[in-house]
């Protein structure tokens, strides 16, 4: 009982694309979709245009909840959902029935349709529930194919042996919609790695944090609210999941967090030097740091005095350099993730920074007084390429372990995408 209950919690909320290709078992195929709805998985249907003429699309868009996929040039289906986002949209991809062609085209990298598109694009695992006729499962091309999608990582569930439609018995029998499902749920167990510990062991971070003052003269400088509370917590956070951190901080009067190296920078122009002498061996780039975006163009060299006769004192600001956008043109393969501070048009603004300057995220906060600068609790919205994350307000040490959660997903998705098309290159 308690074992049925794990296994049962498995596809829950899982995006699940149930391909189907045109076979005669194409109608045992409702009774997978129903049986994913009733795992509580978001199903999304794709079919083929030979499975549509054995089955109606609508009987799917009414067991899923969703419209049916068929058309890899349609306008509209492109608008709503196109074969990029639904790859990218999938947890797995569990085609049943699979027919010979379907598998010799998955074989040989074709993308002659929606379905095959979207398998050549997915880092979703497959899983292939073949269904053909004897003869056509015992050939040698079909027993080539199954092999090399096999090699290419690619799950089967079956087929089965008995009777067949055509009148023949024996190999080449879709399984039954119910070991379909346990078979799915059994390999994606066995997919999901026991949650670790330290998910960022032997990756190394560099965290900005604070607030950079920007001299007038010898005794005065211009600088910002920021007490570094924010880039702290998310140095405590990141050591915690395992991470080798570097946190190069403006001044502030915290103590650096155990197991953290901590350089100090008083101007932007100090953070960008010791940003630049630290970041070789950095694989993510977190820029929390409030940097001065102008700084006095020649600081006086004594005290400026007050004098009788003027009552104004004017004082030419130069552009510093943006440290977080020159890492992230300059290292493309760090994973960089900004914040933007603002006090109005919060996520318009935050949008233009993560394109603008290139980033993989940025967490945006609305700022003011006693509002996200030097108090305990904030609220981010974090927002990547292709999706958004509130975080509601709590404490600076709650919303850090949300965003290193965050971080870390995006992060560890971003290097199996690299490493594919490294693959693919080579
Ligand atoms: O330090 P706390 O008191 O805890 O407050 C936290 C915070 C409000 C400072 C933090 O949540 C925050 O919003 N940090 C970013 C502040 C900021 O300067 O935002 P921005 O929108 O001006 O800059 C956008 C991004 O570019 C930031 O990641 C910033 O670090 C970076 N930047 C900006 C200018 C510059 N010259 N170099 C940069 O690297």
Redesign the pocket.
Known sequence: MVEYATIMAELTHKNIILGITGGIAAYKAAVLARLLKAENANVRVCMTDSAITFINPLTFQALSGNPVHNTLLDPHAEAAMGHIELARWADSVLIAPATANTLAKLATGQADNLLTTLCLATCAPIILAPAMNQAMWNNSFTQKNIKRLQQYGMQLIGPDSGNQACGDHGLGRMSEPETIINGLKKYLQQQTPAPQQHPLANINIMI????TREAIDPVRYIT????????YAIARSAQKLGASVTLISGT?ALDCPQGVTRYWAES?NDMYQQVKAHIAPIQIFI???????YAPQTPATRKIKKTAETDTLTLTLQK??????SISHENPHVFTV?????TENVEH?ARE?LNN?KLNM??A?Q?GHKQ????DE?T?LVIWENGKKSLPITT?TQLAEQLMQLINQHYQKDQIVRTRSNHETN
């Not at 900005?208 to 607030?211: K, S």
């Not at 510093?320 to 956008?325: F, G, K, M, P």
């Not at 900004?338 to 603002?342: I, K, L, M, R």
């Open positions: 900005t944090a604070g607030p910002n609210r920021s007490s570094g509370k924010m880039g502030v932007a820029a929390t740091a409030a940097v001065a975006d510093n350099v943006d440290i977080l956008a900004g914040f933007a501070a603002e603004y920074k300057k940025i967490a906060n700022v996200g600068f030097d108090v904030n981010l600076k």
